[in-house]
Antibody
Framework: QVHLVQSGAEVKKPGASVKVSCKAS????????IHWVRQVPGQGLEWMGR????????TFAQKFQGRVAMPTDTSTSTFYMDLSSLTSDDTAVYYC???????????WGQGTLVTVSS | SYELTQPPSVSVSPGQTARITCSGD??????AYWYQQKPGQAPLLMIY???ERPSGIPERFSGSNSGTTVTLTISGVQAEDEADYYC???????????FGSGTKVTVL
């Protein structure tokens, strides 16, 4: 069974960076892209970007370009989302989600709450 | 930047039909996907590639595409269908993904 298990909640100060992990299991890691999506409390879903399993091919939403990275660790089947220069507007639940062979985002992680507060 | 437009809310009585629209210029040549999200939960895929239903999703959920508008239809709405619903698609290049603004479905 496909599982994406994310790291735990984080509290960060403005200006800091955060790294959220997403460990994949139950499928062939090297085949499927991973997307990152965030949700500010009380608001809608926001697509942040997408990476292939090696981390060598990424596409980011224009809004996050320059302060987001999506590295991967193929040895542990883990994806990461790095977001820098945090502000209170970045307080949100961050989700990783798998893209299947047909391009459908089908399986989601449980979400990671990142709180940015001084 | 590209946007997908959804109505903020839809209210429906149990057993009736709810229709949620999602509009965007690129929907004429890009697939749409629909997700259900209940409070405190991750989104759940309900419809993919405009009108296909994943296994385990009830038959009362269906999707359609009529050019620049796609529609999620819930036939015979049940109380458990009360949730937020989001459409997802890509811009005309197919590389940048966008979510609709979301529609809150209330079962009266």
């Amino acid at each position: 069974q496909v599982h994406l298990v994310q790291s735990g909640a984080e509290v960060k100060k403005p200006g800091a960076s955060v790294k959220v992990s997403c460990k994949a299991s139950g499928y062939r890691f090297s085949v499927h892209h991973i997307h990152w999506v965030r949700q500010v409390p009380g608001q809608g879903l926001e697509w942040m970007g997408r990476t292939n399993p090696s981390g060598e091919s990424t596409t980011f939403a224009q809004k996050f370009q320059g302060r987001v990275a999506m590295p991967t660790d193929t040895s542990t089947s883990t994806f990461y989302m790095d977001l820098s220069s945090l502000t209170s507007d970045d307080t949100a639940v961050y989700y990783c989600a798998r893209e299947d062979k047909l391009g459908t985002i089908d399986v989601w992680g449980q979400g990671t709450l990142v709180t940015v507060s001084s | 930047s590209y946007e997908l437009t959804q109505p903020p809310s839809v209210s429906v009585s149990p057993g009736q039909t709810a229709r949620i629209t999602c509009s965007g210029d690129a929907l004429t040549n890009q697939y749409a996907y629909w997700y259900q999200q209940k409070p405190g939960q991750a989104p759940l895929l309900m419809i993919y590639t405009d009108n296909e239903r994943p296994s385990g999703i009830p038959e009362r959920f269906s999707g359609s595409n009529s050019g620049t508008t796609v529609t999620l239809t819930i036939s015979g709405v049940q109380a458990e269908d009360e949730a937020d619903y989001y459409c997802l698609s890509t811009d005309s290049s197919g590389t940048s993904f966008v979510f609709g603004s979301g529609t809150k479905v209330t079962v009266l």
